[in-house]
């Protein structure tokens, strides 16, 4: 099973910008889906972003034009940028491996830590 950890979070202020680092291990990196997913308290957890084996992304319509997913093979890594952030992205920002089912992905591993984003205005 891969494992992941997340990291790169911290308080921003409204309008800048961070990225994220999803770190993972195993040998199959390569040829999986990875996605970025967010929860703020109270609320459940939502797919922001993801990239799939091919290096194709996509991403929630809340995040689009603000958000960019990208993979680095060779480091086992996918980070996430985020620019012109905004006090709703405030959460804890969690990555995870992706299957694709019948027309939807899905998290496939059980969740780490997380990394704590936080947005003042």
């Known amino acids: 099973q891969v494992q992941f950890v997340e990291s790169g979070g911290g308080l921003v202020q409204a309008g800048g910008s961070l990225r994220l680092s999803c770190a993972a291990s195993g040998s199959t990196f390569s040829i999986i889906h990875i996605g970025w997913y967010r929860q703020a308290p109270g609320k459940q957890r939502d797919l922001v972003a993801l990239v799939d084996s091919g290096g194709t992304a996509s991403y929630a319509d809340s995040v689009k034009g603000r958000f960019t997913i990208s993979r680095d093979n060779a480091r086992n890594t996918v980070y996430l940028q985020m620019n012109s952030l905004t006090p709703e992205d405030t959460a804890v920002y969690l990555c995870?491996?992706?299957?694709?089912?019948?027309?939807?992905?899905?998290?496939?591993?059980?969740w780490g830590q997380g990394t704590q984003v936080t947005v003042s205005s």
């Open positions: 995870n491996r992706l299957v694709y089912r019948s027309g939807t992905y899905y998290p496939l591993n059980s």
